[in-house]
């Protein structure tokens, strides 16, 4: 008999295993970072809204913490936050196994939770789901979460290939958010606790169709034929490939603001002395930028040129440093009159083919200078920008100086393949997030 395509990813699923130390690096920079991220929001009202309404589910709150500052994990193939979804559901797993749970499991299934999400992003064309109305990290996030937790646990190819077809049941996502995208952060946390109930419903003797994904009813099928072939755990290396979010706002912009950057670590002008800034990108990249100006949200705000590239600039002048960009998109930031005054001589210029360096070029009281960039720091893509663990080592830092045990967390995360029992690192950050115990 033929194996079918979700039989087929139950079983790699339950087999695969991380040999290559690159791979293991990845995944536990990954993890720290997300970790930083849910720390670091702990005191944010609607972490504590999740907290009161949502009571012990851990997976949930801890997943609303992790994209709050809007630096949670992105994968630009399938224009999805992995991390968002996969850190929070495998550490509500682990605190709640009854066994001990080894830090080489927790790598392995953090691996392959980001494997999933790349094989059925590219099964399902996530690329353009939010063309299609369906936000891409609650749709693949049920089902890479659920695949994620069964490889934590050692479950055996049925099991594995039941939990994903249950959360394929599940999941959802739509993309009509709110002002301030807290429902964004609603629906992957949706994801990351319906992963955790998909593998506890499949352990409990509740089957999945074997066609979950690719019937014509299916998670994927409904959108359309599933091409012959096709894979639902991508290669290994997925989880290299997905980026870390310098700055907080949309990702097309984010090469746009490297190259500006750095432009300006050299030439750092007055606002008053830039007579024009144009920023050339790809048709694509524009599409999904938004042209109102002055903006009326914080949405708004991280979507337009103009303002992105006038808050860089501001930061430059004003702190010497045009990366501090973290509270340039709050509701005081979009009556900054210094920063509606400078976009007001931003234009954006979509001219670019596909692959070429987006450009930004500011025409200064009597120079013209320009930069030009790929990519961006973090960025997955590209191998010689990629993060290490020195550069995710500072921004956990930076992120929970403040939080009492946290270097415990780093340090047990740099020694994560060696550690017997992941549970009490699992405990630890649960109880700085303040989230209950099951």
């Not at 990702?251 to 024009?276: N, Q, W």
């Not at 992105?308 to 930061?315: D, G, M, P, R, T």
């Not at 702190?319 to 009556?335: Q, T």
């Not at 020195?390 to 550690?419: C, D, K, M, P, W």
């Amino acid at each position: 008999m033929t194996e079918g395509l979700l039989e087929r990813a139950g079983r790699v699923i339950a087999e695969s295993a991380v040999s290559d130390a690159s791979i293991t690096s990845a995944a536990k920079v990954h993890l720290l970072d997300s970790i930083g991220l849910a720390i670091s929001s702990r005191a944010d009202k609607r972490v504590g809204a999740a907290r009161a309404a949502m009571g012990a589910d851990q997976a949930f709150v801890m997943s609303i913490a992790c994209s709050m500052l809007g630096l949670d994990d992105f994968d630009e193939a399938t224009r999805a936050h992995p991390g968002a979804v996969l850190v929070p559901a495998l550490l509500a797993a682990a605190a709640a196994s009854p066994t001990p749970v080894a830090g080489a499991d927790l790598i392995a299934a953090l691996v392959a939770g980001y494997r999933v999400f790349s094989g059925l992003g590219s099964v399902a064309g996530a690329s353009t789901l939010h063309l299609r109305g369906f936000h891409p990290s609650s749709f693949l996030g049920a089902p890479a979460g659920a695949a994620a937790i069964a490889r934590l646990r050692s479950a055996p190819a049925q099991t594995c290939s039941d939990a994903i077809g249950i959360a394929a049941s599940l999941a959802s996502g739509i993309t009509e958010f709110d002002a301030k995208e807290t429902m964004r952060a609603v629906q992957t946390a949706w994801a990351a606790s319906s992963a955790v109930r998909a593998y506890a419903l499949a352990t409990s003797g509740i089957h999945a169709s074997a066609h979950a994904i690719d019937a014509s009813g299916g998670l994927v099928g409904r959108l359309g034929e599933v091409p012959g072939g096709a894979e639902l755990v991508g290669d290994e290396a997925a989880i290299t490939r997905v980026s870390f979010k310098p700055y907080p706002h949309f990702s097309d912009l984010h090469p746009a603001t490297g190259a500006l950057i750095e432009l300006l670590r050299v030439h750092r002008p007055a606002p008053a002395d830039v007579r024009g800034v144009r920023v050339h990108l790809t048709e694509a990249s524009a599409s999904r930028l938004s042209m109102e100006f002055p903006p009326t949200s914080a949405k708004q705000a991280k979507r337009s040129t103009r303002f992105v590239v006038a808050s860089v600039i501001l930061a430059s002048h004003r702190s010497g440093d045009g990366g501090k960009l973290l509270d340039s998109f709050g509701e005081a930031a979009l009556d900054d009159p210094e920063v509606l005054a400078l976009g007001e001589r931003v234009e954006l210029v979509a001219d670019r083919s596909p692959g070429e360096p987006a450009l930004v070029v500011v025409d200064l009281d009597g120079t013209t200078v320009s930069a030009t960039a790929l990519g961006y720091p973090g960025d997955g893509r590209d191998p010689m920008l990629r993060w290490g663990w020195a550069n995710s080592v500072v921004r956990f830092r930076q992120l929970t100086a403040q939080a009492v045990g946290s270097t415990e967390i780093e340090s047990a995360i740099a020694h994560l393949e060696q550690l017997g029992d992941v549970r009490v690192l699992a405990r630890r950050v649960h109880a700085i997030i303040g989230i209950q115990e099951s």
